[in-house]
């Protein structure tokens, strides 16, 4: 494990949205998308019944006060309204150098709107700038579509295919692994900045 773990600077803020640590009063918003079946069409995990939820919002505030923190499962809140539509996270991993997993998952009325798109990038600016990682990487599903959008408009270059990845739901998920490395995220944000 690297010598120290530098933490990440919350709340995270793009043009549209809050990415923020869960609260409690934040479980009516997370039943209102985590057992959407269209939402969790492409997620490995099966919709979770009210204990269930509960329990697993009581993992993700507990783990807020872990120190170094290595983990990071985030509200997205729209800025404008104070809504909460979905969840992302941001998962230190690797032991010879510092990398970084990131995933995401919104409320389906809110699909089509970019919001993925910009919590993705901000979640990718963030494990570079403020976290110092060599390197991000997500896995998606084969089938998800809009998600390799996503990832693609982000910033990130597909790798290769995970055959066989992991077993859920009763099959075998074939994922993409999709990666940007350190120096094509500084090229890429040194072209963006220069057009302005």
């Keep these: ?3 120290s773990t530098p933490a990440l600077s919350l709340p995270l803020r793009t043009p549209r ?3 923020r640590d869960f609260v409690a009063d934040d479980l009516a918003a997370v039943r209102a998308y985590a057992n959407d079946d269209q939402v969790l069409e492409h997620v490995l995990h099966e919709p979770r ?6 329990e697993h919002l009581d993992r993700v505030l507990a783990a807020q006060g872990n120190r170094p923190r290595r983990a990071w499962e985030l509200a997205v ?3 404008r309204t104070g809504r909460v539509i979905g969840t992302c996270d941001l998962a230190l991993t690797g032991t010879r ?3 970084a997993d990131l995933g995401y998952m919104l409320a389906r009325r809110h699909w089509g709107r970019g919001y993925a798109t910009e919590l993705a990038t901000a979640l990718v600016d963030a494990a ?3 976290l110092r990682v060599a390197r991000v990487q997500a896995i998606v599903d084969v089938r998800n579509e809009r998600s390799r959008r996503v990832l693609d408009n982000a910033g990130l270059h597909w790798e290769g295919l995970l055959r066989r990845h992991a077993h859920a739901k009763g099959r075998w998920w074939d994922c993409h692994l999709y990666s940007l490395r350190r120096a094509d995220w500084q090229a890429r944000a040194s072209r963006l900045a220069a057009a302005g």
Aim: proline share 10%; aromatic share 4%.
């Design 1 to 3: 494990m690297p010598r």
């Design 17 to 19: 949205l809050v990415l």
């Design 49 to 54: 019944d009210e204990p269930e939820l509960r």
């Design 77 to 79: 809140e729209v800025a």
């Design 97 to 99: 150098t510092l990398d």
């Design 128 to 130: 570079f700038r403020q």
